[in-house]
Nanobody, 126 residues
Framework: QVQVVESGGGLVQAGGSLRLSCVAS????????VAWFRRAPGKEREIVAA????????YYAESGNGRFTISRDSLRNTVDLQMNSLKPDDTGDYYC???????????????????WGQGTHVTVSS
């Protein structure tokens, strides 16, 4: 079984940056996909970015493309989400999730992920 725990949320002004970290433990393999999802106020939880535990096959949703970078840190056993040029629309609860997913087209599908963290909140003020 895989466990994931998020950290790094907080309050930031528009245009600022935040770095979220997801520590993964348990029986996690290089083929696992670790993703960051966001639930904005009044909206469904949607994917922001994802990457394989091996560090390959990065995926970005259109909302964060060019502003967000997902990366795997093998020393810290984390998957980090660097968020730059933050906008008020980026406000929400951010969740880390892990799952064994073969096809990249399935990365955005919430039901493909079997491990979820408790979430960390990000507020971007205007």
């Amino acid at each position: 079984q895989v466990q994931v725990v998020e950290s790094g949320g907080g309050l930031v002004q528009a245009g600022g940056s935040l770095r979220l970290s997801c520590v993964a433990s348990g029986r996690i393999f290089s083929s696992h996909v670790v993703a960051w999802f966001r639930r904005a106020p009044g909206k469904e939880r949607e994917i922001v970015a994802a990457v394989r535990w091996s560090g390959e096959d990065e995926y970005y949703a259109e909302s964060g493309n060019g502003r967000f970078t997902i990366s795997r840190d093998s020393l810290r056993n984390t998957v980090d989400l660097q968020m730059n040029s933050l906008k008020p629309d980026d406000t929400g609860d951010y969740y880390c999730a892990a799952g064994l997913i073969v096809r990249k087209m399935h990365y955005p599908v919430r039901s493909m992920y079997t491990a979820w963290g408790q979430g960390t909140h990000v507020t971007v003020s205007s």
